[in-house]
Nanobody, 122 residues
Framework: QLQASGGGLVQAGGSLRLSCAAS????????MAWLRQAPGKEREFVAAISWNIGNTAYTDSVKGRFTISRDGAKNTVYLQMNNLKPEDTAVYYC?????????????????WGKGTLVTVSS
């Protein structure tokens, strides 16, 4: 089970940190990712991390602003989001894929967490 939290309302330029706690199974061999879905749009890849090695990847629009990380002791993945923009407004989903890749797509995902809403006001 993946439990996401940390969403909220923030002004443009602000920051939020999303958390995704995994319980009930180990995710040590998985690729962990954040995907998001804006109103009227398809769910899209945001960031991914290889749990074992720590490799990371980001979609171009968030590079330099978002950072994905993991804490093995807490079995938790984080997404630090800085310099948020109104176009970052979306429901953010934590996801686990059996195999890590540089762009984990919805069809790669084996387990989903419930979404957490991020709203960035201009």
């Amino acid at each position: 089970q993946l439990q996401a939290s940390g969403g909220g309302l923030v002004q443009a330029g602000g920051s939020l940190r999303l958390s995704c706690a995994a319980s009930g199974r180990t995710v040590s061999n998985y690729g962990m990712a954040w995907l998001r879905q804006a109103p009227g749009k398809e769910r899209e890849f945001v960031a991914a991390i290889s749990w074992n090695i720590g490799n990371t990847a980001y979609t171009d629009s968030v590079k330099g602003r978002f950072t994905i990380s993991r804490d093995g002791a807490k079995n938790t993945v984080y997404l630090q989001m800085n310099n948020l923009k109104p176009e970052d407004t979306a429901v953010y989903y934590c996801a686990a894929a059996r195999y890590y890749s540089n762009t984990i797509q919805p069809y790669n995902v084996d387990y989903w967490g419930k979404g957490t809403l991020v709203t960035v006001s201009s």
